[in-house]
């Protein structure tokens, strides 16, 4: 890295490895040459495993919201109901209606978790088929309970569940088969520790056969085309090969690590940064029980200068960090521990922000 490079410690697009940028760098093949089908069959028992599914992993060049909308145009034929808590869940819902869905927001305070309890009382109405969840708002820090959400939903059949674990992927468990999850979709640039880009997702069998039956699902994000192009190690279109080639490095650094490992290293880590909040005397932004471990919203109840205090760490030790996301901004700050870090580069990052705050 250059001696100008700014470390990323923001909660995305995180910090990308040398080793990563150097596998990135193969030499390009075609995309509909043996050579892809073999690089994409060689990962996909390694992704199923971590979306601990049976189904096939579909790879979209595109961010995760792309395979959100998708997913909103192959299964959306009544009316969606979007859990919202959070800049990204509450986005969701304005998707939809520019999609041309019907669309209702189960809406929490920014900072609250989604209470699997409302989720059923909404259903029980039958207005539903389609509910979208995003399982760890990045936003505002807060993780809400993946299986209470889903054990809800699965009480209403006929009624669809897609799951956005951009920021929790890899971070703790997401079983999609186990909590019978009909979309689980995550993004290349945050947990995964790789540029943007990418997206990969997974569809039940349910979902693909309510997709048949949309008419206006487009072709991009055509679940069926996904299916059918995947069945022979194939995209529907050309993918990001070079970040694909990174996602093949990534896989080989997590299963080195060990799956359970790399939970308990985001624990850890998560540990470390919530032992600086508490010691500095800031308040957390989301409640106790619910707290990401792939970051921490850190609220400002103190009244630090964040603009500041983001300056001093950029210009003093060459650390990013977020000051705050949306209408939070400045009033909450972010930590992220998720990617590759580790026990010294957070350690580093905290004694940096030590000195920083001293400053202010």
Known sequence: ???????????????????????????????????????????????????????????????????????????????????????????????????????????????????????????????????TFIHNETSTGVMSSLAGVAAAVKKHPGVLLVVDTVSSFTVVPTPMDELGIDVLLTGSQKALALPPGLALFAVSEAALERAKSMPDRGYYLDFLEFQKNQESFMTPSTPCIATIYGLRHQLGVIFDEGIEQRHARHARLNAMAHDWVRRHGFDFFAPEGYRSVSLTCVANNLGIDVARFQKLLREN????????????????????????????????????????????
């Open 1 to 131: 890295m250059s001696q100008d490079h700014i470390r990323l410690h923001i909660p995305g697009p995180v910090e990308v490895s040398p080793a990563t940028y150097a596998a990135m760098s193969a030499p390009m093949i075609g995309h509909r040459s043996k050579d892809f089908q073999a690089l994409y069959e060689e990962m996909h028992p390694r992704l199923q495993a971590l979306f601990q599914t049976s189904r096939p992993v579909f790879l979209s060049t595109s961010s995760a919201w792309g395979v959100m909308e998708g997913a909103l145009r192959n299964l959306a034929a009544k009316k969606v109901l979007c859990l919202c808590k959070g800049a990204f869940s509450d986005k969701w819902v304005d998707v939809a209606r520019r999609c041309g869905k019907q669309a209702e927001a189960l809406q929490y305070e920014w900072g609250q978790p989604i209470d699997p309890a409302d989720v059923e009382d909404r259903l029980a109405t039958g207005e539903f088929d389609l509910v």
């Open 317 to 360: 030790h060459r650390l990013a960090l977020d000051g705050g996301y949306g209408k939070i901004k400045g009033t909450t700050f972010r930590i992220s521990n998720m990617g590759d870090e580790t026990d010294e580069t957070i350690g580093n990052l905290l004694a940096a922000m030590d000195d920083s705050l001293a400053k202010l």
